[in-house]
């Protein structure tokens, strides 16, 4: 057997949460040809890569990611590989840009602007084929994508608060059916975004009834906007009554305990174990931190984001229209516009705010909290973004840690770091989300390392489709991180977030090395994939 790589006299993590074995690694092109003893004799491979006392496992896959933009600005992805991540799943909540037309893509890109931050003008995602070829070859690492609520929305029945009916809603099952034929790995949504928070529980069944062709899951972010047209008020009873009515599988977004709620982790799981035991087949993820991130939209209520940005802006900048805007603020039940800190201030000249909680850039300009949000999104054409500080009580964050772990206990359970790779001062999560849970959260709650390894491999990638991944055999696609398990943590923290880790000498993607010595190579080896 003639290899391109050997990996010597490393341990074997293989993905399906079996014990570690001591195992050779030999690599033939992008597939892992021999898993076990390979003899001195057979040394005329390319490259030889001692990993002596260190862990060899298949690479991480991020099954909820906001790179769709920035994998397009910058390939390389150093934020991903370096932690392992060798698959990015884009368009989590149902936020991506495609399919769009050139018109709507257009528009959709300054919409997202404050989450994914500016994909490159002009590119062709007028279908996933379209999409997965501006991926393809030109990312370091392997992309897949859920077909996402608001492109197909947006093309069905533009920027408006009308329901999907007749006409656009078969216009948005068929974009949604072509979806998955050009390979879309679920259907996701996110009902605190538009436009697809202007949807009600039927449309969401009559999208699932396509997603029920491919067998593919529905990703959710539960719902916080218009709880009045969802079955049970929205939330979780609304997720679960989708999967129910149209017997498909449901995955959870980012479920797992808040500083508030941190302990209680029976009644979190409570309906989630009920609807189990009922027969609904139901996956979750999380990420391990107590705080999210997000964009300031996503507090404003549903008229606010009809028409296109210039609209918003419109609002925004009429005194008028800014104080009835921000009377109906409390028509949501979003979380509260205090303590929250700016991560991403695109332009206008307030990037020295990037960094800021909002009450204190409030103070500064001696106006309203409310009132600093419009200010900001006007200043920066809506390309802002922010994030949650983390608790003060820091034994509540501790408990949400411990939770977290303890859900990654369950084997239902995987990880999206919901990274948003965007900003000066991004949520840490972005470049310490899977080897905080692999290293410094493991080792702290003295953790299994197979089984952390296993949510983050064999399930993401069973769960989603993801042909011949996910597992350390032979025949599968050789992406692999090589780490110690002793050192591996993470550095990236709240008060300095872009920091890569330690303790990931070497990252494989397809066969080809894109972390080598702790430092990316710049070989762009990642497939669109499934
Ligand atoms: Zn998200």
């Not at 040809?33 to 060899?56: C, F, Q, R, Y």
């Not at 498909?248 to 209680?264: C, S, V």
């Not at 001696?366 to 983390?390: F, Q």
Request: proline share 6%.
């Amino acid at each position: 057997m003639a290899f391109d790589v050997i990996i010597r006299g490393g341990t074997v993590v293989d993905g399906t949460g079996a014990s570690p074995v001591r195992a050779d690694v030999g690599i033939t092109g992008d597939r892992i040809t021999t898993v076990g003893n390979i003899p001195m004799s057979a040394s005329e491979s390319t490259k030889t890569i001692d990993s002596t006392g260190l862990h060899i496992s298949p690479g991480f896959i991020d099954v909820h990611s906001h790179a769709d933009a920035a994998l397009l600005n910058d390939g390389q992805h150093a934020s991903g590989i370096r932690q392992g991540v060798t698959t990015e799943i884009i368009s989590p909540d149902g936020l991506t840009l495609a399919p769009l037309s050139a018109e709507n893509y257009k528009l959709y890109r300054w919409y997202l602007s404050g989450i994914l931050g500016f994909a490159p003008e002009g590119l062709d995602m007028s279908s996933i084929e379209a999409s997965r070829k501006n991926y393809h070859l030109k990312t370091a690492c392997n992309v897949a994508t859920f077909a996402g609520h608001g492109p197909i929305r947006l093309e069905a029945a533009g920027m408006n608060d009308v329901p999907l009916t007749g006409k656009t809603l078969k216009t948005a099952q068929n974009l949604l059916r072509e979806s998955f034929e050009q390979g879309a790995v679920g259907f996701a949504t996110g009902l605190s975004y538009y436009p697809h928070s202007w949807s009600d529980t039927d449309e969401l069944c009559a999208l699932m009834e396509v997603a029920k062709e491919f067998d593919r899951p529905m990703s959710i972010h539960l719902r916080n906007h218009h709880k009045e047209r969802a079955f049970g008020d929205g939330g979780v009873p609304e997720a679960i009554e989708v999967a129910r009515r149209t017997g498909t599988k449901l995955h959870f977004e980012h479920y797992r305990t808040f500083p508030k709620t941190a302990g209680q982790l029976d009644r979190l799981m409570e309906p989630i174990d009920k609807a189990q035991s009922e027969g609904v087949d139901i996956t979750l993820e999380t990420y391990p931190y107590p705080v999210g991130s997000s964009f300031p939209q996503a507090f404003f209520p549903g008229y606010f984001h009809e028409g296109s940005p210039e609209h918003m802006l419109n609002i925004l900048t009429d005194e008028g229209k800014r104080t009835e805007l921000i009377a109906r603020m409390g028509e949501i039940s979003y979380t509260s516009v205090k303590g929250n800190v700016w991560t991403h201030i695109g332009e206008g000249g307030n990037k020295n705010f990037e960094g800021w909680l909002f009450e204190d850039v409030a103070e500064e300009w001696g106006v309203s909290i409310e009132e600093m949000m419009c200010r900001m999104m006007v200043e920066t054409s809506l390309a802002c973004g922010m994030r949650v500080a983390p608790p003060g009580n820091v034994q509540k964050w501790r408990q949400v840690e411990e939770d977290i772990m303890q859900l990654m206990a369950r084997p239902d359970y995987m990880v999206g770091s919901d990274s948003i790779p965007v900003g000066g001062m991004p949520h840490p999560r972005a470049y310490g989300c899977f080897v905080r849970m692999v290293g410094r959260l493991r080792r702290r709650y003295n953790y299994p390392l197979e089984q952390v390894v296993q949510r983050m491999t064999q399930n993401p990638a069973e769960r989603f489709g993801l042909t011949d991944r996910g597992v350390i055999k032979e025949g599968k696609f050789a992406d692999l991180v090589i780490f110690d398990e002793q050192k591996i943590t993470d550095r990236s923290s709240f008060e300095d977030p872009k920091v890569h880790p330690e303790g990931i000498p070497y990252v494989l993607i397809n066969g080809r090395l894109v972390v080598e010595n702790e430092a990316v190579t710049g070989v762009m080896a990642g497939y669109a994939i499934p």
